[in-house]
């Protein structure tokens, strides 16, 4: 005791030595700590912009359209989407635009996903229905099924801008667990109501046309 009273400014000078150091190896600690964090999340985040960017590249090529030539009963000249030029076209399209939604789907957020998953059940669907058509026919179809790619466009766009504008500057990834579809009952009312399973009766001839010609 008498020697803590006679070096009492000497305990203290070191305590507060002792607790400086501690003081500064913990503010170093956490100082790396976020900074290690706040380059990892620049990482995670440059992965969900391209993501996002992608959904938008496919939407804007969806919206591309080449006249026809001629014009409908209200005068409107018909037109039809660019990557419906011929069967080559569009199955290199096709190939593309599945590849653009599917090689960053991780990290799109959950509207996102599902919106992309719709757009990947269309493209299938209408794949499927392509099969008999001549390649020649595919802008007729194109002309018929011009709306839908206009309305899935419009809703990728939607998604992906929506991530931009609030999702971006959140430090937080979309939660793995939440279901990447929507449901099935949705996806398929969403199919029924498109031009494409609507309008059947406007193309089937093309097919009648087709496999005639190909007996």
Request: glycine residues 4%; negative net charge.
């Amino acid at each position: 005791m008498e020697f803590l009273e006679a070096h009492v400014n000497l305990v203290i000078a070191l305590g507060g030595a002792v607790g400086g150091a501690f003081i500064s190896l913990v503010v170093g600690w956490l100082l790396r700590k976020r900074d290690y964090d706040l380059r990892l999340w620049d990482k995670l985040l440059e992965r969900r912009i391209q993501a996002h960017e992608n959904l938008i590249k496919v939407a804007l090529e969806m919206r591309v359209m080449v006249a026809l030539g001629t014009v409908d009963a209200e005068g409107e000249v018909i037109r039809a989407p660019q990557v419906l030029v011929s069967q080559e076209e569009f199955e290199q399209w096709f190939a593309s635009a599945i590849n653009n939604c599917l090689a960053g789907s991780t990290w799109l957020s959950i509207d996102a996903k599902r919106e992309a998953s719709f757009l990947q059940d269309y493209l299938v669907t209408l794949h499927l229905h392509l099969q008999p058509i001549a390649s020649e026919d595919y802008l007729s179809v194109g002309s018929i099924i011009r709306q839908d790619f206009i309305d899935i466009s419009a809703n990728l766009e939607r998604v992906a801008f929506r991530f931009f504008e609030k999702d971006a500057r959140r430090l937080k990834l979309s939660n793995l667990d939440e279901w990447h579809k929507y449901p099935r009952e949705q996806t398929e009312k969403r199919l029924k109501d498109t031009r494409l399973l609507q309008s059947w009766s406007e193309w089937s001839p093309l097919i009648q046309e087709t496999t005639t010609n190909g007996n």
